[in-house]
Each structure stands twice: as structure tokens, then as C-alpha cells.
């Protein structure tokens, strides 16, 4: 195994260095995915709309959960009343019916408090991987338009890691970026507010 890995690089290098001069004037362009994704309208819009479920679904648990406090609090009082020295076998009884139904009723809702919050994190895990597809789908569209005009043969994202979360392109001329014209072409069609943002 030790002589095929020294083989393999021989072989690659073998390759890059009988490489005709066509090959070396390869043109290679570079786009910061990173940048151009958070610069883009339409995630900082869709970054508005998730923060609104975000909070809307924060609002619907910490009402549930108000709910909950409340009855653990009657739950409580019932307690204390089916111990109460003056109280009648019937009304002891009365009292220890109502709070074992508000037992019940905890622990449904309590329950449902859960279930509520695991399918809202599903749904805003779901709302936002469509909204990052669909955000980089026109990403895409307009770097491969964009590459088509200008006639790449190579374009690297600067902001990707490689498996060792190394930056992938370590090092590109300034010249070689052109994700200041993708965002520029991204938001062109910006909403008058977006744009200022």
C-alpha cells in the first residue's frame, strides 16, 4: 500500500507537468459562496420571515406553558384542600376527584407542550432548508450564467473546507473573485428597502 501512494502522486504530477499549454491557460475564477449567500436579498428576507415563526411558535409554547403553571399551581391547591382537617369524607372525596382530572388534564397538555415542540422544529428545519435550496438555486443560476459569458473552465468556492476544515482555495489573486458581480446581479432586483440594508 506504502509504494502505491508515492505511485499515485508521481502520477498526478506526471499529469499536471505533460499538460499541454491549452491546459495552462486554463481560466479559473473564484466566489466566496459564503459572502455571496448572506449579501443576497432574498436570505436576509427569508432569515425575517423564519425569525417570525421562530417567535410566533415561541409565543404559541410559552402560552402552553403558562397554561401548564397554572394548572400545577390548582393541582397544588387541590392538594392542600383534600387536607384540610374540616373537610367532609364526600367533600374529601370531591376534592381528590377534581384533582386527579387536573392530574390528567397536566398531563395531557403536558404531552401535547411536547409534541407541539418537536413537529414546530421540524416544520422551521423544513422552512428553512426550502428557503436555502431556493436561495441557492438563484445563486447557482446566475453563477453559471455568469461563467458561461465569461467562459470558465474552473470556478472554486472560497469559503469551502475541505474534510480537515481547511479552506479549500488557500490562496487566489483579488482578480480571480467574482462574487461582488453575482451579488451585484443577485440584487438588482431588490425590493427599494432590501437594498439599503
Same mark, same amino acid.
Given at each position: 500500500m506504502k509504494k502505491l501512494i508515492p505511485f499515485t502522486a508521481l502520477t498526478v504530477l506526471a499529469t499536471f507537468?505533460?499538460?499541454?499549454?491549452?491546459? =495552462?491557460?486554463?481560466?479559473?475564477?473564484?466566489?466566496?459562496?459564503?459572502?455571496?449567500?448572506?449579501?443576497?436579498?432574498?436570505?436576509?428576507?427569508?432569515?425575517?420571515r423564519l425569525n417570525d415563526a421562530r417567535a410566533q411558535a415561541k409565543t404559541d409554547l410559552d402560552s402552553r406553558l403558562e397554561t401548564l403553571k397554572a394548572d400545577m399551581e390548582a393541582i397544588n391547591k387541590l392538594?392542600?384542600?383534600?387536607?384540610?382537617?374540616?373537610?367532609?369524607?364526600?367533600?374529601?372525596?370531591? =376534592?381528590?376527584k377534581q384533582r386527579d382530572?387536573?392530574?390528567?388534564?397536566?398531563?395531557?397538555?403536558?404531552?401535547?407542550?411536547?409534541?407541539?415542540r418537536q413537529t414546530r422544529e421540524r416544520q422551521l428545519q423544513e422552512q428553512f432548508m426550502r428557503m436555502r435550496g431556493d436561495i441557492v438555486q438563484d445563486i447557482?443560476?446566475?453563477?453559471?450564467?455568469?461563467?458561461?459569458?465569461?467562459?470558465?473552465?474552473?470556478?472554486?468556492?472560497?469559503?469551502?473546507?475541505?474534510?480537515?476544515q481547511v479552506k479549500v482555495v488557500l490562496y487566489a489573486a483579488p482578480s480571480m473573485d467574482f462574487s461582488d458581480g453575482i451579488i451585484t446581479e443577485l440584487n438588482k432586483?431588490?425590493?427599494k428597502k432590501a437594498a439599503t440594508n
Open positions: 507537468l505533460s499538460a499541454s499549454p491549452a491546459a =495552462a491557460q486554463m481560466k479559473v475564477g473564484i466566489v466566496d459562496m459564503n459572502k455571496v449567500f448572506t449579501s443576497y436579498h432574498k436570505t436576509k428576507e427569508a432569515e425575517t392538594e392542600a384542600d383534600t387536607k384540610k382537617p374540616e373537610l367532609t369524607a364526600d367533600k374529601r372525596e370531591a =376534592a381528590i382530572e387536573k392530574i390528567n388534564q397536566v398531563r395531557n397538555l403536558d404531552r401535547e407542550i411536547g409534541e407541539f447557482m443560476k446566475v453563477v453559471d450564467t455568469k461563467v458561461k459569458a465569461d467562459g470558465y473552465d474552473l470556478v472554486l468556492d472560497s469559503s469551502g473546507l475541505g474534510v480537515s432586483n431588490a425590493p
